[in-house]
T-cell receptor, first 113, second 112 residues
Framework: DAGVIQSPRHEVTEMGQEVTLRCKPI?????LFWYRQTMMRGLELLIY????????DSGMPEDRFSAKMPNASFSTLKIQPSEPRDSAVYFC???????????FGPGTRLLVL | DQQVKQNSPSLSVQEGRISILNCDYT??????FLWYKKYPAEGPTFLIS?????DKNEDGRFTVFLNKSAKHLSLHIVPSQPGDSAVYFC???????????FGKGTTLSVSS
């Protein structure tokens, strides 16, 4: 069975550009989570969705970040405009609703120059 | 403030011996605790979990112990194998299906 799929795996962009990260959760899972990993702050939740509805976006750093989940099999995380401090690894995870175990994708390594 | 702390950045163990990874937490509302393993350039992989109503959970070579009074949990790996060399993250949530709060990780090196 396919796990969580993320694309692209690597992204290098210049400051000010728009960046879009994509995630396909495990089929049947109805909760989706976006995390960010940095050296300074470790792994932190940005936002999560239940049944395609955003539940908690308190981790989204600022208005430059937005996330959508138009259907059960696809989510995007967009950064516009990007800044060098956004450089990090962004992970998507999914789970069954109300279950404690989250399954992570391979991550997108973002570098903003 | 870090709610989940892994105070040992690294641990070195010989193959066949026991590895003990520790985790402390401050939020008494945490209801579930999980351990993840992470290889470079990969996402975290779920290892084992425990709910706050239990004090031990075992799965093969992996055992997690929870001491609620001390707000401490540990992961025991017996016997350790070279393939266990990775970064181990402790995570906690106040409710199943909500945000996981992660520690900073402990790098385990198992030598043969």
């Amino acid at each position: 069975d396919a796990g969580v799929i993320q694309s692209p795996r690597h992204e290098v962009t210049e400051m000010g550009q728009e960046v879009t990260l994509r995630c396909k959760p495990i089929s049947g899972h109805n909760s989706l989570f976006w995390y960010r990993q940095t050296m300074m702050r470790g792994l932190e939740l940005l936002i999560y969705f239940n049944n395609n509805v955003p539940i908690d976006d308190s981790g989204m750093p600022e208005d430059r970040f937005s996330a959508k989940m138009p259907n059960a099999s696809f989510s995007t995380l967009k950064i516009q405009p990007s800044e060098p401090r956004d450089s990090a690894v962004y992970f998507c995870a999914s789970s069954f609703l109300g279950m404690e175990t989250q399954y992570f994708g391979p991550g997108t390594r973002l570098l903003v120059l | 403030d870090q709610q989940v702390k892994q105070n040992s950045p690294s641990l070195s163990v010989q193959e066949g011996r026991i590895s003990i990874l520790n985790c402390d937490y401050t939020n008494s509302m945490f209801d579930y605790f999980l351990w993840y393993k992470k290889y470079p350039a990969e996402g975290p992989t779920f290892l084992i979990s425990i709910s706050s109503i239990k004090d031990k959970n075992e799965d093969g070579r992996f055992t997690v112990f929870l001491n609620k009074s001390a707000k401490h949990l540990s992961l025991h790996i017996v016997p350790s194998q070279p393939g266990d060399s990775a970064v181990y993250f402790c995570a906690a949530s106040v409710q199943a299906g909500t945000a996981l709060i992660f520690g900073k990780g402990t790098t385990l090196s198992v030598s043969s």
